[in-house]
């Protein structure tokens, strides 16, 4: 059955709209070099130069509609309407070169209510196979009837942009017309860049709707209890919501509705450096016939993949259906949460590894959406660096940090969900000193939460952050879960709680103006020179 696309302003000979993985393996190994079969049966591809997002080269038409909406600034920039036509009608005179064209209709969105429809349009068979692995896959009724999308993704990656139109600055350009509905991608094949556009585009159009969109993992319990995990990269997010014992509703984003919490997507995008088939056996076995990696070293005789080779990226990725997760939840959907989950990764060992959360006190969380990297030196000498993003997913946002922080109040408030900040990262010392937190507490501390023992525990606050730290948890030693006890030296662990308050404050400044008296008083207490908390605002 033929498929136009004369509708978007192209004419190719042939389009194949919502090919099989099988015939997208066929399109792969016979059009794009370096494409491989693994010895497990996934489709290997390359991305050309670019190996992960481009933040800086992502732009948002301004359109009169919608500007008093968006987050100006260094996450959304601004871009003409004249510029985005000449982007688009580059894109599409590209595209209308190719004999052949690959079409991916799905949606996005597991809630019918608030499901949109989306349509990708690119030259690239990989592209095609990944996005029909992230898209929510239509039956075939369904896509007998989709009809018109709601949004169109245009991926011409393969030309660089033209850098003669006003407000292009590089070869690469992701712009996003969100009153039009396109999105458009020159300059990179990067796949990640059409999930994530996805990501932006429900980041605007579910808080409209008064639903909560959500950079997190979720599962949910045999009784049914749903638990979301929030976290920057690095931080355990995937690994501790793939619970055994617990249905995985999705890994990376979602919405919170009336109705519950609902994955976004389709399937899932993991990081497969290092991979190990012992710790994370679930993503190991997913990695089959259906699922994509992406630029992985592998044997060209034996086509094994080499998990720990970075020769291409640090970014080495596998995109699969969600369904290739054994304990998947299908569909993905759950309940109201009653645990929510901010998960840090302390490389300053200030944080408790769990810590109870006031409404307040998980908003100004939430807007910081803290963790710290470990920078390195060629001579070896390595310091904790804090890193924050908003939202725990700064670069996906559209309107200001705190609506979306609101609209979690709100939730919280409705739900009355308990909300923990739990650490990762490392206890005894900073980085260098301490040691990292054990997987095995960590893991302990999640099921306490789990199975509501650690809201029954005793609490102290913590003199600097004021949070709520229990004093108990079972399988975890009691000296643990407070940080100050664990450093040799007191006094050096109050002065890095100190340096890490005031990090916390200079990061908030660009929030203050828009946050009210009670989130600015749920900031950290910085201690002064005789090491007495004060407050102070953000």
Same mark, same amino acid.
């Given at each position: 059955m033929t498929f136009s696309l004369e509708q978007h302003g192209i004419s190719v000979e042939t389009v194949l709209r919502n090919a099989p993985p099988a015939r997208l393996y066929e399109e792969a190994l016979a059009h794009e070099p370096g494409s491989a079969i693994s010895?497990?049966?996934?489709?290997?591809?390359?991305?050309?130069?670019?190996?992960?997002?481009?933040?800086?080269?992502?732009?948002?038409?301004e359109t009169p509609e919608i500007m008093d909406d968006v987050w100006w600034g260094q996450v959304n920039i601004g871009l003409e309407d004249e510029s985005f036509s000449q982007l688009r009608t580059q894109a599409r005179e590209h595209l209308s070169q190719h004999d052949r064209l690959y079409v991916v209709d799905g949606y996005a969105g597991w809630d019918p209510e608030y499901r949109?429809?989306?349509?990708?349009?690119?030259?690239?068979?990989?592209?095609?196979?990944?996005?029909?692995?992230?898209l929510i896959r239509p039956t075939r009724d369904e896509l007998a009837d989709f009809g018109s999308p709601d949004y169109v993704i245009y991926n011409a990656g393969r030309?660089?942009?033209?850098?003669?139109?006003?407000?292009?600055?590089?070869?690469?350009?992701?712009?996003?017309?969100?009153?039009?509905?396109?999105?458009i991608i020159l300059g990179t094949e990067y796949a990640g860049e059409m999930k994530k556009g996805v990501f932006t585009i429900m980041n605007y159009i579910m808080p409209r709707q008064g639903v909560l969109s959500m950079h997190c993992s979720a599962n949910e319990g045999h009784?049914?209890?749903?638990?979301?995990?929030?976290?920057?990269?690095?931080?355990?997010?995937t690994t501790l919501s793939a619970d055994p014992r617990r249905r995985l509703i999705g890994d990376d984003e979602h919405c919170w509705s009336d109705s519950g919490v609902s994955n976004i997507e389709g399937g899932c995008y993991a990081k497969v450096i290092d991979l190990d088939p012992r710790a994370e056996p679930e993503i190991f076995n997913a990695i089959r016939f259906g699922a994509v990696l992406e630029n992985v070293a592998h044997d060209p005789v034996s086509r094994q993949v080499d998990y720990h080779d970075n020769s291409i990226t640090e970014n080495t990725r596998c995109s699969y259906p969600v369904e290739f997760i054994d304990n998947a939840k299908i569909p993905c959907v759950g309940g109201t949460p009653s645990n929510i989950i901010f998960l840090t990764c302390?490389?300053?060992?200030?944080?408790?590894?769990?810590?109870?959360?006031? #409404?307040?006190?998980?908003?100004?969380?939430?807007?910081s959406g803290y963790t710290a990297k470990v920078a390195g030196t060629e001579m070896g000498v390595t310091e904790p660096e804090a890193t924050f993003s908003a939202c725990f997913g700064a670069p996906f946002l559209v309107w200001h940090p705190t609506q979306y922080a609101d609209l979690l109040a709100e939730r919280i408030r409705n739900s009355g969900?308990?909300?923990?900040?739990?650490?990762?990262?490392?206890?005894?010392?900073?980085?260098?000193?301490?040691?990292?937190?054990?997987?095995?507490?960590?893991?302990?501390?999640i099921d306490a939460i789990h199975d509501g023992s650690l809201a029954q525990a005793d609490t102290v606050?913590? #003199?600097?952050?004021?949070?709520?730290?229990?004093?108990?948890c079972p399988s975890v030693p009691p000296e643990v879960l407070i940080p100050e006890k664990t450093w040799d030296d007191p006094d050096a662990y109050r002065e890095m709680a100190a340096h890490l308050a005031r990090l916390f404050h200079e990061n908030f400044q660009a929030y203050a103006d828009?946050?009210?008296?009670?989130?600015?008083?749920?900031?950290?207490k910085i201690p002064d020179s005789g090491s007495k908390a004060r407050s102070g605002t953000a």
């Open positions: 010895a497990t049966g996934a489709l290997i591809a390359r991305s050309g130069a670019k190996t992960g997002r481009s933040p800086g080269d992502k732009r948002v038409v949109v429809k989306i349509r990708v349009i690119c030259e690239r068979a990989y592209h095609a196979l990944f996005m029909h692995n992230m030309a660089a942009a033209d850098t003669g139109i006003e407000g292009v600055t590089s070869g690469t350009s992701v712009s996003l017309c969100l009153q039009a509905g396109e999105m009784e049914g209890d749903v638990s979301v995990f929030f976290g920057l990269s690095g931080t355990g997010k302390d490389a300053f060992s200030v944080l408790p590894p769990v810590s109870r959360l006031s #409404p307040a006190q998980a908003m100004y969380h939430f807007i969900a308990t909300v923990w900040l739990v650490n990762t990262g490392w206890t005894g010392g900073p980085y260098g000193q301490g040691q990292r937190m054990s997987i095995s507490h960590t893991r302990a501390i606050d913590d #003199p600097v952050f004021g949070v709520a730290v229990p004093t108990s828009q946050a009210s008296q009670e989130l600015l008083d749920a900031a950290p």
